[in-house]
């Protein structure tokens, strides 16, 4: 029987369901395991703000004591705001990978902790999306006005077709040494500061909370969230996930329609 001291769970595509909701059942299994004692954390490539509902509806939200793993691995901070950990880009990271956007032809934006900023008046359709589904207002910057501004990670986002032609590009290899690439959704293409991601934001927040990787559950979908699901000594992959991140997955739950979340952590409350 493992010992399961903090749970920690990706939202799109693992906590919530293909309609962005939280599931009656996943929400149940998630407050029992709460009660039972296990510290629940949200693991998401999205900042705090969008990830606000789904802690609200979970009773997580505004709390000293409850933490989340925000800007893949970027951020660690409670959910009450407080930072823990915070590790953004530079100013010439920003313009390097800004420049491999103009040469590619590929939609691009910075994100701040607070913000989403463009160089391009030219918004692109993901931007947009993106800005709604993480509550952050966009504004247009210069790229000397960015001097200015702490560049949490950046992102490449256009149609899924057109992006996964566009990344294989030599281009992106110049940067691999400066900054670490993620898929987080199939239209978007992140870069965070070189040794964050997940993982490594979930292992500095269990050396904060002094738990061990044996005593961690994690679960996820996309390629982005294998670091954390190979960082814990129970990783679960949901039935939708990518094939990538099946393969480093101790175990494959069922898919975010049909309540992977919950079956998974019934099984160690068992």
């Known amino acids: 029987m493992r010992d399961i001291k903090l749970i920690a769970i990706d939202i799109d595509g693992t906590l919530v369901n293909s309609k962005k909701e939280i599931t009656p059942l996943v929400k149940e299994t998630i407050l029992k395991a709460k ?3 296990k510290q ?15 802690l609200d509806e979970l009773g997580l939200n505004n709390q000293d004591n409850e933490y989340v793993v925000s800007f893949n691995g970027a951020v660690v901070e409670s959910t009450s705001g407080q930072v823990i950990f915070e590790q953004g880009l530079t100013y010439n990271d920003y313009i390097d990978l800004e420049s ?5 032809n590929l939609h691009f934006h910075s994100v701040s902790l607070d913000r989403i ?18 509550k952050l207002g966009v504004s247009y910057r210069t790229q000397e006005e960015m001097r200015r501004i702490p ?17 294989s590009n030599p281009l992106f290899n110049t940067m ?5 690439f993620s898929k987080t959704e199939p239209f978007y293409y992140e870069a965070t500061a070189a040794g964050v991601d997940k993982g490594s934001g979930l292992k500095r927040l269990c050396e904060y909370l002094n738990i061990k990787p044996e005593n961690v559950m994690a ?21 939708n ?3 990538y991140t099946k393969k480093y997955a101790n175990e494959i739950t069922e898919d975010c329609d049909h309540d992977g979340v919950a079956v998974a952590i019934n099984k160690i409350l068992e």
């Open 219 to 239: 679960l996820g979908d996309q390629a982005n969230d294998m670091p954390m699901l190979e960082y814990a000594g129970l990783g679960v992959a949901m039935g």
């Open 151 to 167: 560049i949490i990670k950046c992102m490449y986002i256009d149609d899924p077709d057109y992006l996964d032609n566009k990344i």
């Open 40 to 54: 629940i954390v949200i693991c998401t490539g999205r900042p705090l703000s969008g990830a606000q509902q789904y």
């Open 176 to 180: 691999r040494d400066r900054v670490v």
């Open 241 to 243: 996930a990518v094939d």
């Open 100 to 104: 491999i956007a103009s040469k590619l």
């Open 117 to 134: 900023y463009t160089a391009n008046r030219d918004l692109g359709y993901y931007t947009i999306y993106n800005s709604q589904i993480v």
């Open 35 to 37: 009660k039972l004692g």
